[in-house]
């Protein structure tokens, strides 16, 4: 199983070189919010509309080191969700399997980058 996470390619880059990630969320949420690959879209359009330099990290959920859970969010809901899943401690950086660039549109917004479509 695999769940995504939108950073900062920085934050990203400074984390490989730690071992670990703790992202903007761990020290003052208690967790890393982290999406399904049909919240993706939502949650950036949310949340990070017009930013650049961002990037789309994909964890395999079995090598994860600290407790995954889904739960349902603390802000506002997006339409159509209920549960999100939430990392409980830092993120081992081998857990992520793979990453994409998570630039958007002309217009700001987001959409699932190129080689992601087919997973939906």
Same mark, same amino acid.
């Given at each position: 199983?695999?769940?995504? /996470?939108?950073?900062?390619? &920085?934050?990203?880059?400074? %984390?490989? $070189?730690?071992?670990?990630?703790? +992202?903007?969320? =761990?020290?003052?949420?208690?967790?890393?919010?982290?999406?399904?690959?049909?919240?993706?879209?939502?949650?950036?359009?949310?949340?990070?509309?017009?930013?650049?330099?961002?990037?789309?990290?994909?964890?395999?959920? /079995?090598?994860?080191?600290? &407790?995954?859970?889904?739960? %349902?969010? $603390?802000?506002?809901?997006?339409? +159509?969700?209920? =549960?999100?899943?939430?990392?409980?401690?830092?993120?081992?950086?081998?857990?992520?399997?793979?990453?994409?660039?998570?630039?958007?549109?002309?217009?700001?917004?987001?959409?699932?980058?190129?080689?992601?479509?087919?997973?939906?």
């Amino acid at each position: 199983m695999t769940v995504y /996470h939108i950073t900062r390619r &920085e934050t990203w880059e400074q %984390a490989q $070189a730690a071992g670990e990630y703790r +992202g903007d969320t =761990l020290d003052t949420d208690g967790f890393i919010h982290c999406s399904t690959i049909r919240q993706i879209a939502a949650v950036a359009n949310s949340y990070y509309s017009g930013q650049h330099g961002l990037v789309l990290l994909c964890i395999n959920t /079995h090598k994860l080191q600290a &407790e995954l859970r889904y739960e %349902a969010p $603390a802000g506002p809901a997006i339409e +159509g969700e209920n =549960l999100f899943p939430h990392i409980y401690g830092p993120l081992n950086v081998d857990a992520v399997t793979a990453m994409f660039d998570f630039e958007p549109g002309p217009d700001g917004s987001f959409t699932l980058p190129e080689g992601m479509i087919g997973l939906l």
